[in-house]
């Protein structure tokens, strides 16, 4: 069977190796004239990147490009990309990349039309209304990992450069017009990189799962979603060539940020101030909790995740999915301690208060409270 497709859900994918090959024709489709590829500093030399831009140049659509974009990006590369976006007389933008790159392109074609400072966007109430619609500028979405979801996901995350909190940005028209995914770009990951974004999705279709909300479409999405890592996870890391096993693990990184609408949990909410204070990769620092976090939200379930795990083919209920998790992290190389990561002890108090204001945590199955997060964390430094 054939791993393409053309799907409309949630909004227009392009799925299938080669499938870049489509960019031109895919800016013209969405009425781009003289779109800016936004991507990070790592990927702005790479192979992927410059073709990329060749078959832009190619087309008329020339090869500008914006870069300064960190891993957790802020509110610093959001001025220089909206900028340069100005600048460039731009209409539209090509997010390239992980999560970092497809994030903040997301925000710049959001930003550069409004007149509100953009943490005035934060993922509060109603505040998405405060922003001028029509503004918003056209995303096309082109992944290079396979973890974040980004490209189907209706937000972005952005850090404040002078707090170190992350934020996440929302308005339902940040949804990419197009998207193209393509597995053939992600084969050049650092194996360190295909693991911890590989488990980010893991982790969005688990946390979704087990979150209290109704919303029984979501539900379904995680399980398959779950299903996918677990089948294709080790065969990516056994050999990052694997094509089909690619394939597979863009389509679970769709899956979990359409299932994360659901809502996340507590692993979110503790990975997020952490990756602000520390510099950690998002996934990876998923992967560290994990468990810790799946044993707190036992009690409320217990059942459910033994009906995930019938479903993944894992035998023993709960206790055989725990134990599939924490043999997984270990094949993978997850370390596991966030000590690895460079965290330290000393900050426990203001990552507890961080994590249980962050949006993520409203979604765990038990309420996160500060003593809560605080144990927790000191359980997984
Ligand atoms: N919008 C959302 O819904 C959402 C969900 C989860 C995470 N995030 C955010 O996404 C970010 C993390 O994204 P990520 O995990 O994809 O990592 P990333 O985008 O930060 O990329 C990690 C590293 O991998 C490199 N890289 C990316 N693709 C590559 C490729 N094909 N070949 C070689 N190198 C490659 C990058 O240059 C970078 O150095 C965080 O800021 C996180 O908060 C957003
Ligand atoms: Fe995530």
Known sequence: MS??????YPTNIRFGAGRISEIA???VTTGMKRPLLVTDR????????????DLMDQAGLGRAMFAEVDPNPNDINLAAGVAAYKAGNHDGVVAFGGGSGLDLGKVIAFQAGQNRPVWDFEDIGDWWTRADADAIAPVIAVPTTAGTGS???RAGVLTNAESHVKKIIFHPKMLPAIVICDPELTVGMPPVITVGTGLDAFIHCLEAYSSPFYHPMSQGIALEGMRLVKENLPKVFADPNDIDARSHMMSAAAMGATAFQKGLGGMHALAHPIGAKYNTHHGMTNAVVMPAVLK?????????IAAAAAYMGIAGGFD???DYVMKTRTELGVPDKLAALGVGTDRI?????????????GGNPIELTVEAAKALLEECI
Do not use: H, K, Q, Y
Request: proline share 4%; with cysteine.
């Open 3 to 8: 791993l393409t497709a053309n799907w409309s």
């Open 25 to 27: 024709e895919a800016c």
């Open 42 to 53: 790592g990927l702005a030399s790479m192979d992927i990147t410059t073709s990329t831009l």
């Open 151 to 153: 490209e189907v996901g």
């Open 296 to 304: 707190f939200n036992r009690p409320a379930i217990e059942e459910r």
């Open 320 to 322: 055989g999915f725990f």
């Open 349 to 361: 108090d203001e990552l507890a208060a961080l994590a249980v204001d962050d949006p993520s945590a």
